[in-house]
């Protein structure tokens, strides 16, 4: 798997993977979350990060993970790519290339904080809210 480096015109496609990714492990998030989340993603948060992205064969992106000031600040694989190391790879390459060490991640995604811990990052602190003041709690993790 190589990993590479993500350009404006890949923000579409991304946001489809973000789309497929959230539907898939994000259960506790509405549709009505899903599309305020949409836009802040495509235009405020892609252009904020520094992203990195694997693709397929064919060049579509399977998933991608977006790093700020060493913190991993996004991490998305499509579903159907899911379990085959991505994540892993695109992880570690933050880590060892970007200098990330913390991530935050939702409470309620189980599936996700037992990946970041398998990872070896642990829980440092809790919020009851997310950034946007809404009820997902986060666990703020540390490498």
């Known amino acids: 798997m190589i990993v590479e480096s993500v350009l404006p015109e890949d923000y579409a496609e991304m946001l489809n993977v973000w789309e497929n990714s959230v539907r898939a492990t994000h259960d506790f998030i509405t549709e009505e979350d899903i599309e305020f989340f949409k836009p ?3 235009e405020q948060a892609f252009p904020t990060v520094t992203l990195r992205c694997i693709r397929s064969d ?13 913190k991993v600040e ?3 694989i499509l579903n159907k790519a899911r379990g085959q190391g991505i ?4 992880l570690q390459y933050t880590i060892e290339q970007l200098g990330a060490t913390k ?6 995604n189980p ?9 070896g990052f ?4 809790r919020s009851p809210l997310d950034d946007m003041e809404k009820p ?8």
Request: charged share 10%.
């Open 103 to 108: 991530v935050d991640v939702n409470e309620q």
């Open 136 to 143: 997902f709690p986060i666990l703020h993790m540390s490498f």
């Open 87 to 90: 994540g892993k790879v695109l």
């Open 74 to 76: 996004m991490l998305f």
């Open 111 to 119: 599936q996700a904080v037992g990946f970041y811990e398998y990872m």
């Open 40 to 42: 802040i993603i495509i």
């Open 58 to 70: 064919a060049s579509s992106i399977l998933g991608f993970v977006g790093i700020y000031d060493s």
């Open 122 to 125: 642990k829980v440092v602190s």
